[in-house]
């Protein structure tokens, strides 16, 4: 059984950031690809980036050069650094990790970008 995590999330002004983390912990034995998901209110959840255990990344366009996604495979953690934020940001973020054969959710932080 794997567990995730998340924190960071909360209120922030427009051109803010805020740092967002995903903790795993339980049964790990290796842990391929992280990422940040997130869903708006009366939308679908779309991702934000990836990253794979190797360090390659995938951005979501609305977020390239605002957006940084990172990993401490030490700590089994991921990061996702948002700077830049926009209110269209503002949505309930989602961190999962695919550890073969199955992709573990956490259960959501709240970030909210409004003045």
């Known amino acids: 059984q794997v567990q995730l995590v998340e924190s960071g999330g909360g209120l922030v002004q427009p051109g803010g950031s805020l740092r967002l983390s995903c903790a795993a912990s339980?049964?790990?034995?290796?842990?391929?690809?992280m990422g940040w998901y997130r869903q708006a209110p009366g939308k679908q959840r779309e991702l934000v980036a990836t990253?794979?255990?190797?360090?390659?990344?995938i951005y979501t366009d609305s977020v390239k050069g605002r957006f940084t996604i990172s990993r401490d495979n030490a700590k089994n953690t991921a990061y996702l650094q948002m700077n830049s934020l926009k209110p269209e940001d503002t949505a309930v973020y989602y961190c999962?990790?695919?550890?073969?054969?199955?992709?573990?959710w956490g259960q959501g932080t709240q970030v909210t970008v409004s003045s």
């Open positions: 999962n990790a695919y550890i073969p054969p199955t992709i573990t």
């Open positions: 990253i794979t255990s190797g360090g390659s990344t």
């Open positions: 339980g049964s790990i034995f290796s842990i391929n690809a």
